[in-house]
């Protein structure tokens, strides 16, 4: 595990750093996930949760993770293993490559919904069932498909494969440069449809007005689970992502502004669903299926609807590509660095591999649907797996290494390096940062690990009744 790296790349610049990584934290997550999840939960009051958690956990976790890869300038295992001269921590390194296969496996399949989406708007199928039952069973009707969903899964893997192909600069770099602004854009003018709408404040008082009484330990831990996911944290991405940054960047700042684009767009994104479903009278805890099964209603009653509807799918397509980029990114690394495989290949290979991988969980909406263990279908379980088990365990173990095993004294200096100014004028920074993470985010972050495996008992529990 030596890595030679003359011609490993890098970032064009600063700006480009931020934009893939914000491109890699912004995806299906802020626009298909967490308006779901508020609105199963309560709304405002889990917005603020969640906020607080991206804040103390979030924010520190991901500052660790770029560092971890500046620093080494490797990809997850490489990293792990350079700093520590160990096995174990080495496949620490080997569980984020292998939640990077699990998480890139499913998540193409819900981009490749997105781009289905888009042919369903620009056809003008949305008009044919305007209803949100109608709209729900005309979604049923297309997975039930193998063909539509195995073709757009297909045709999306072929995307991301393309751009991770091209390389940091030439295919990361410059397709999160076209695409960021762009989707950035696409979201306002949505939100603006939103804010316009008749009714739209019932849409607004749900997203900003917190129930109380809605707050409880499962909340929070959903909660910071979502910040994880959110944040594209817990498997090595940001590391890997860290990797081709120079020493003359700032971590903090960098993080920073990944965490606050992603927060921003989170929150657009809500008010441009939320004020939406309000405005038609739909409602907002619909779960999963709420952007697929209601959104065409929504389109179809509102004036300009059918070109805003084929705008949304095709702004939920960009967002997810520059996701999956970083997820296949971080095992086409790991092939480069450390197996020696040229990037192209490893592109190419692993991508057909990832998609391999993927189709019992495509199936799992037809052929497969009655194939289940434990009462999960193959989907959920990788889902389950991954987000649920790998990434939080993930987050805990990069704390503990960045806090107790790397140790501060060897941390801070890497940390200073191109943020000499920022922690002259707030050297407090630092000493909140060294307690969340060697104290707040291991402690918390265990508790998620405990409700994940407590939802793992409860199915089990039904399996053996
Ligand atoms: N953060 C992305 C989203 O919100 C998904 C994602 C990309 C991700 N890379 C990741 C999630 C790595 C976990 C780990 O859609």
């Not at 620093?71 to 174990?88: D, I, W």
């Not at 199936?363 to 279908?377: C, G, Q, T, Y």
Request: proline share 4%; aromatic share 16%; hydrophobic share 55%.
């Amino acid at each position: 595990m030596n890595g030679m790296d003359q011609n490993r790349e890098k970032w064009g610049s600063k700006i480009g750093f931020v934009f893939a990584a914000a491109g890699s934290a912004i995806g299906l997550g802020n626009i298909w996930k967490f308006p779901y999840i508020a609105g199963e939960n309560g709304g405002a009051s889990f917005v603020l949760v969640y906020l607080i958690c991206i804040a103390i956990i979030g924010l520190p976790v991901l500052i660790a993770e770029i560092l971890l890869g500046r620093t080494t300038q490797r990809n997850p295992v490489g990293a792990f293993y350079k700093l520590s001269q160990s096995k174990f921590w080495a496949s620490v390194g080997g569980l984020g490559v292998i939640a990077g296969f699990m998480i890139l496996s499913f998540y193409a399949i819900i981009a490749g919904w997105a781009i289905g989406y888009i042919v369903e708007a620009i056809s003008g199928n949305f008009y044919l069932w305007p209803e949100p039952a109608a709209a729900a069973q005309h979604f049923r009707d297309l997975v039930i498909n193998p063909y539509w969903i195995l073709g757009y899964f297909a045709f999306f893997m072929i995307l991301t494969m393309i751009i991770v192909f091209a390389g940091i600069q030439k295919g990361i770099e410059r397709a999160s440069k076209i695409m960021m602004p762009i989707l950035f854009i696409l979201l306002i003018i949505l939100m603006i449809r939103g804010l316009t709408l008749e009714g739209a404040g019932e849409g607004l008082d749900f997203l900003w007005n917190p129930d109380w009484s809605k707050i409880s330990a499962s909340t929070i831990l959903l909660a910071l689970g979502h910040a994880f996911f959110t944040l594209s944290l817990g498997m090595g991405a940001m590391l890997t992502y860290g990797s081709y940054m120079s020493d003359d960047d700032s971590v903090p700042v960098a993080g920073l502004q990944i965490v606050f684009l992603d927060t921003v767009m989170a929150l657009i994104a809500g008010m441009a669903i939320f004020t939406a479903v309000f405005a038609v009278g739909l409602d907002p805890a619909a779960g999963p299926g709420l952007i697929f099964h209601t959104l065409p209603g929504v389109f179809v009653k509102m004036p300009g609807g059918y070109i805003f509807s084929i705008l949304f799918f095709i702004l939920l397509s960009i967002a997810a590509l520059t996701s999956s980029i970083s997820l296949l990114e971080v095992v086409v690394s790991y092939f480069v660095d450390e197996r020696k495989w040229k990037r192209h290949n490893a592109a190419i290979f692993l991508g057909i591999i990832i998609f391999l991988l993927g189709v019992p969980s495509a199936l799992s909406f037809n052929i497969l649907s009655d194939f289940k263990i434990f009462n999960l279908n193959f989907f959920d379980i990788v889902d389950f797996i991954a987000s649920n088990i790998l990434l939080p365990l993930g987050g805990l173990l990069i704390s503990v290494f960045v806090a107790w095993i790397w140790g501060f004294d060897k941390v801070i200096p890497n940390l200073r390096k191109g943020a000499e100014r920022l922690f002259d004028n707030y050297p407090w920074l630092l000493g909140f940062w060294k307690f969340f993470l060697k104290f707040l985010s291991p402690v918390l972050i265990f508790f998620v690990f405990l409700h994940s495996i407590g939802l793992l008992e409860k199915i089990l529990n039904l399996f053996a009744q």
